[in-house]
């Protein structure tokens, strides 16, 4: 056990330093393999075998969703692959297994566009209402994270690391670090988020350029990706919105309502930061309003006449 776990931690070293993996990757390699080394606990890595493999991806079927065995399975084949590199085994026991399964497809979900529209009144009508100078920069700061979230699709991650050289007040745009370092840039393009944006950072410049981001709560530390859920939450109570609105449906949303609008896929995939096309395809699945608008406007059917 102690070698396998010796070798894991060296190859977590290595993920880190020449592959460059970002944190959340690394903490997911770690929790994956180790769990792996607790199913296994005293075998020599030499005697890895396809067999134990096997076994240990039936239990991984039996626990957990099927996304999550394809992550952990991912995590395996890179160790192995790791130790193969390093001539640490001989022998790869994943070339001897052909692991296909089916991931039944999620379709992301959205949030009605005048359930957006509920959430944002409310938070600009308390930010009118505040009685104190204090709520009211809360307020702003609450307002601008929403109105960012929305009208550039950003993750939740790549907005709590948001620095402020990321954000060009003179081109209207933000410099994103999406996953696996890989940067984008993305335009600003509705006037109103662009001006409470820059009377946010204005309001806040002291507290943003001392920690080092932009969004910044209210101890003047950088804001958590547990602080953004907690925002949308309490307005969501506040407006009555009975939807659970998480920060990813912000992003589903942005993609969608652009993909409604006839906007083409490839401009969605690079404003979203997507590798692959074909993530961003789950996008064409969505909305079942349009294709009854499509099919119902512009079926060539429609123009025949039968009798």
Same mark, same amino acid.
Request: positive net charge; aromatic residues 10%; hydrophobic residues 35%.
């Given at each position: 056990?102690?070698?396998?776990?010796?070798?894991?931690?060296?190859? @977590?070293?290595?993920?880190?330093?020449?592959?460059?993996?970002?944190?959340? =990757?690394?903490?997911?390699?770690?929790?994956?393999?180790?769990?792996?080394?607790?199913?296994?606990?005293? $075998?020599?890595?030499?005697?890895?075998?396809?067999?134990?493999?096997?076994?240990?991806?039936?239990?991984?079927?039996? =626990?957990?969703?099927?996304?999550?065995?394809?992550?952990?399975?991912?995590?395996?084949?890179?160790?192995?692959?790791?130790?193969?590199?390093?001539?640490?085994?001989?022998?790869?026991?994943?070339?001897?297994?052909?692991?296909?399964?089916?991931?039944?497809?999620?379709?992301?979900?959205?949030?009605?566009?005048?359930?957006?529209?509920?959430?944002?009144?409310?938070?600009?009508? +308390?930010?009118?209402?505040?009685?104190?100078?204090?709520?009211?920069? +809360?307020?702003?700061?609450? $307002?601008?994270?929403?109105?960012? @979230?929305?009208?550039?699709?950003?993750?939740?991650?790549?907005?709590? +690391?948001?620095?402020?050289?990321?954000?060009?007040?003179?081109?209207?745009?933000?410099? $994103?670090?999406?996953?696996?370092?890989?940067?984008?840039?993305?335009?600003?393009?509705?006037?109103?988020?662009?001006?409470?944006? =820059?009377?946010?950072?204005?309001?806040?410049?002291?507290?943003?350029?001392?920690?080092?981001?932009?969004?910044?709560?209210?101890?003047?530390?950088?804001?958590?990706?547990?602080?953004?859920?907690?925002?949308?939450?309490?307005?969501?109570? @506040?407006?009555?919105?009975?939807?659970?609105?998480?920060?990813?449906?912000?992003?589903?949303?942005?993609?969608?309502?652009?993909?409604?609008?006839?906007?083409?896929?490839?401009?969605?995939?690079?404003?979203?930061?997507?590798?692959?096309?074909?993530?961003?395809?789950?996008?064409?699945?969505?909305?079942?309003?349009?294709?009854?608008? $499509?099919?119902?406007?512009?079926?060539?059917?429609?123009? @025949?006449?039968?009798?």
């Amino acid at each position: 056990m102690e070698l396998l776990q010796n070798t894991i931690n060296e190859y @977590l070293i290595f993920c880190q330093n020449q592959k460059r993996l970002d944190a959340k =990757t690394l903490k997911a390699y770690s929790i994956d393999l180790k769990q792996f080394i607790e199913k296994h606990p005293n $075998i020599p890595i030499d005697n890895i075998s396809t067999c134990c493999l096997e076994t240990f991806i039936v239990y991984l079927h039996e =626990t957990y969703k099927p996304k999550t065995v394809k992550r952990k399975i991912a995590s395996l084949k890179a160790l192995f692959h790791y130790l193969m590199y390093k001539d640490i085994i001989e022998i790869n026991p994943f070339d001897k297994m052909q692991i296909k399964f089916r991931e039944p497809v999620l379709l992301p979900k959205t949030i009605p566009l005048h359930t957006i529209e509920t959430l944002l009144t409310t938070m600009y009508q +308390h930010y009118s209402n505040a009685k104190t100078d204090i709520q009211k920069k +809360h307020i702003l700061r609450d $307002i601008a994270v929403i109105e960012l @979230l929305f009208a550039t699709g950003i993750r939740i991650s790549e907005l709590c +690391h948001l620095s402020p050289d990321d954000f060009n007040s003179y081109d209207k745009e933000i410099l $994103i670090y999406g996953k696996g370092s890989k940067e984008r840039k993305i335009q600003i393009g509705n006037d109103d988020v662009f001006n409470l944006l =820059t009377r946010y950072c204005l309001e806040y410049n002291r507290d943003i350029h001392k920690c080092n981001r932009i969004f910044v709560n209210n101890f003047g530390n950088p804001l958590s990706e547990q602080s953004v859920r907690n925002i949308i939450g309490k307005y969501c109570r @506040l407006a009555n919105i009975t939807l659970h609105i998480t920060p990813h449906m912000f992003r589903h949303s942005f993609a969608t309502f652009l993909l409604e609008e006839d906007v083409d896929i490839r401009y969605i995939q690079e404003m979203l930061g997507h590798s692959s096309i074909s993530v961003t395809q789950i996008y064409t699945h969505v909305n079942m309003a349009k294709q009854k608008d $499509i099919l119902t406007t512009k079926h060539p059917r429609k123009n @025949l006449t039968v009798k």
